[in-house]
């Protein structure tokens, strides 16, 4: 484990963190329990569809390419803000770094990019899901993410295949032709997440409230940077582990309450690229 991925990993945990302490309300309280299953059973289906279908990482590769900025350009249509169009300025305006750039700038912006778009798929899974589904799915998720990185030796090569699916080059005027922007995964140097490993502090973002979003953050930083001394014996991390260690120790009676009912004051309670 060199500096250069530890490096790369501390900068995957530090977007866990900030999307963990994203200020994602939940205007109103869902009532879809069935929702607990859906973050497992999607982790399930890529990996499936990674492995058992030799057109599976370049169809997953361009939905990521085309559905991602899509996504993240939604997110403020989706929070209810009065003027969402300087989200789709912002957004068009990674997307052409993520594409142009091949450097770490680059590759930060499509982690932006992923990562709104993450934050964007917890509002709207939120406003249909009950609370303590969406806890209740944290912690299935994680559970089908152990058996899944380590109780078979599928996780690995799937992220292999998808992380080098290989996207078409396109030409416009003005810019040099690059392939599109790889958005299937976030990647920073030498260490890659999935989706789901950012969706999941995403989604524990929606069920907290004001006052546990900067302890969030801390929590999901410092479980993430920990979970991480395991690279020393396994090539390969369940990286949605540390947000439901993060999750329990964040767990309160105030969260129960609306989020402007309740207390400001702060109460007590990856996988490297290969």
């Known amino acids: 484990m060199g500096a250069g991925f530890v490096l790369s990993y501390a900068v995957l945990c530090l977007v866990q963190a900030a999307l963990a302490g994203a200020p ?3 205007n109103r309280q869902g009532r879809f329990s069935g929702g607990a299953l ?20 370049i169809s997953l590769a361009l939905l990521a390419t085309i559905g991602a900025p899509v996504l993240a350009a939604s997110l403020g249509w989706v929070l209810g803000w009065r003027r969402s169009w300087p989200m789709l300025a912002t957004v068009a305006a990674l997307y052409l770094i993520a594409w142009q750039v091949h450097s770490p700038v680059g590759q930060a912006a499509g982690m932006a990019i992923i990562g709104l778009a993450c934050l964007a798929i917890a509002a709207a899974f939120a406003a249909i899901t009950p609370r303590r589904a969406i806890q209740t799915g ?3 998720l994680a559970l089908v993410d152990v058996i899944l990185v380590w109780g078979t030796p599928q996780v690995g090569p799937a992220a292999v295949s998808l992380d080098r699916a290989s996207l078409p080059a396109l030409s416009l005027p003005f810019l040099a032709p690059h392939p599109l922007p790889a958005l299937q995964d976030a990647t920073f140097g030498s260490a890659l997440m ?14 907290l409230v004001l006052g546990q979003r900067t302890r969030a953050a801390i929590a999901v930083g410092v479980a993430a940077g920990a979970w991480g001394l395991l690279f020393v014996v396994t090539p390969v991390l369940p990286a949605t582990v540390p947000i439901v260690v993060a999750m329990v120790v964040l ?13 400001t004051r702060p109460v007590h309670l990856a996988r490297p690229r290969i």
Not at 194 to 207: E, F, M, Q, V
Request: charged content about 10%; glycine content about 10%; hydrophobic content about 60%.
């Open 38 to 57: 859906l973050p497992a059973i999607a982790l399930g289906l890529g990996v499936g569809l990674l492995r058992l279908f030799a057109a599976g990482p």
């Open 24 to 26: 994602v309300h939940r």
């Open 251 to 263: 767990i309160s009676p105030a969260a129960d309450r609306p989020e402007h009912l309740a207390s």
């Open 138 to 140: 944290l912690v299935l």
């Open 194 to 207: 999935g989706w789901l490993d950012l969706l999941a502090p995403a989604l524990l973002a929606t069920t």
